[in-house]
């Protein structure tokens, strides 16, 4: 009960707080900014895609320690610009064709991305699964012990 608990509420955070941010910046980017409605929308999903990268890496916690930063961040990036050009086009045709709000528009395409996002991430970038882990520090420890000099002897 409490893996669901605690998985709801990682979700929550990292669709709430982005499309939060996305949400505002577009407003900022498309009142004061004077930027067309496509532009306004890439420039707040990339602040709202730094947003979501900060609150994997530090504050859900289930980042892979067993990897590197340029593995997790090449992974991170694919899945970034398919993203975008998710985003991109969800708000073109919700404006262009169905003239819905860019603001509504721009809502509707982060939320849907946010929780598609979120298990992306989780599986695809900031994996890091218990056995995996273990094994890790398994074959660390072997090796350690392994080139110790054996005493006594």
């Not at 929550?12 to 707080?17: A, K, M």
């Amino acid at each position: 009960m409490s893996t669901t608990v605690s998985l709801f509420k990682r979700l929550l955070y990292s669709v709430v707080i982005p499309v939060g941010i996305i949400v505002v910046s577009v407003y900022i980017f498309s009142s004061y900014g004077n930027l067309s409605f496509l532009t306004s929308s890439v420039l707040a999903f990339v602040v709202g895609y730094y947003a979501i990268y900060l609150i994997f890496k530090y504050w859900i916690d289930i980042d892979a320690k067993h990897e590197t930063p340029q593995q997790q961040m090449i992974r991170y990036l694919i899945i970034f610009f398919v993203n975008i050009a998710l985003n991109t086009e969800i708000v073109y045709l919700l404006v262009t064709y169905a003239y819905v709000s860019l603001l509504s528009a721009q809502t509707i395409a982060a939320v849907l991305l946010a929780y598609e996002s979120f298990y992306a991430y989780r599986s695809f970038v900031f994996y890091a699964s218990r056995h995996t882990l273990a094994e890790s520090a398994a074959g660390s420890e072997v090796k350690i012990i392994a080139d110790k000099p054996a005493e006594g002897l």
